[in-house]
């Protein structure tokens, strides 16, 4: 089992940064692929973007590439979400999630996610 929780949502302006944090816990995070995803209301759950398990391979969306970074910590069992430039249109809810399957971009590939952290941009 890994226990999953998400940080550093909140309300910013378009053009400003922000770094979401997911911190595991339980079996050893290192073991996991993670991704992030991000849902809007009223919306399906989007890929954001994975990291293999050493932190050196990410893949991204083609709606965030050259805006957001994501990058791991296997020492302190922490992904985080660089995410620069932000737009209205990056506001959702934004979860983290570990699997087995490398660099999966679809939610089902993922076994374990967070509860989620909200991301408001306005214009």
């Known amino acids: 089992q890994v226990q999953l929780v998400e940080s550093g949502g909140g309300l910013v302006q378009a053009g400003e940064s922000l770094r979401l944090s997911c911190a595991a816990s339980g079996r050893t995070s290192s073991s996991y692929f993670m991704g992030w995803f991000r849902q809007a209301p009223g919306k399906e759950r989007e890929f954001v973007g994975n990291i293999d398990r050493s932190g050196r391979v990410t893949y991204y969306a083609d709606s965030v590439k050259g805006r957001f970074t994501i990058s791991r910590d296997n020492a302190v069992n922490t992904m985080y979400l660089q995410m620069n430039s932000l737009k209205p249109e990056d506001t959702a809810n934004y979860y983290c999630?570990?699997?087995?399957?490398?660099?999966?971009?679809?939610?089902?590939?993922?076994?374990?996610w967070g509860q989620g952290t909200q991301v408001t941009v306005s214009s």
């Open positions: 999630a570990a699997g087995l399957i490398a660099l999966a971009t679809t939610p089902r590939e993922y076994y374990y």
